[in-house]
Nanobody
Framework: QVHLVESGGGSVQAGGSLRLSCVTS????????LAWFRQAPGKEREGVAG????????YYADSVKGRFTISQDNAKNTLYLQMVSLKPEDTGMYYC????????????????????WGQGTQVTVSS
């Protein structure tokens, strides 16, 4: 059973930075797409960044390119999302997720393809 636990959310002003962390239980076999999704009130959950464990190719939504960086520390079984130049529209609950589906720089599976989710961490950006 894969377990994901996020941390690092908080409240910042526009232009500020946050780093989210997601501690993952060790994946026993196979390759996974590890991703960050976010969901604002009244909106659908959207994928913002993803990385494939076999190869490390990374995906970013257009809305976060150049501002968010996804990375992983395999020794610590931790996935990170570094967020800079935050905007009020970045506000939402952020979730890390894992899927056996492939992802690449040009493709991130939809939320329905992810089988494993963390509990979420809230990010609030004020103007």
């Amino acid at each position: 059973q894969v377990h994901l636990v996020e941390s690092g959310g908080g409240s910042v002003q526009a232009g500020g930075s946050l780093r989210l962390s997601c501690v993952t239980s060790e994946f026993t076999s196979g390759s996974y797409c590890l991703a960050w999704f976010r969901q604002a009130p009244g909106k659908e959950r959207e994928g913002v960044a993803g990385t494939y464990t076999d190869g490390g190719d990374t995906y970013y939504a257009d809305s976060v390119k150049g501002r968010f960086t996804i990375s992983q520390d395999n020794a610590k079984n931790t996935l990170y999302l570094q967020m800079v130049s935050l905007k009020p529209e970045d506000t939402g609950m952020y979730y890390c997720a894992a899927s056996v589906w492939f992802c690449s720089s040009g493709y991130l599976p939809g939320a329905g393809k992810f089988d494993h989710w963390g509990q979420g961490t809230q990010v609030t950006v004020s103007s």
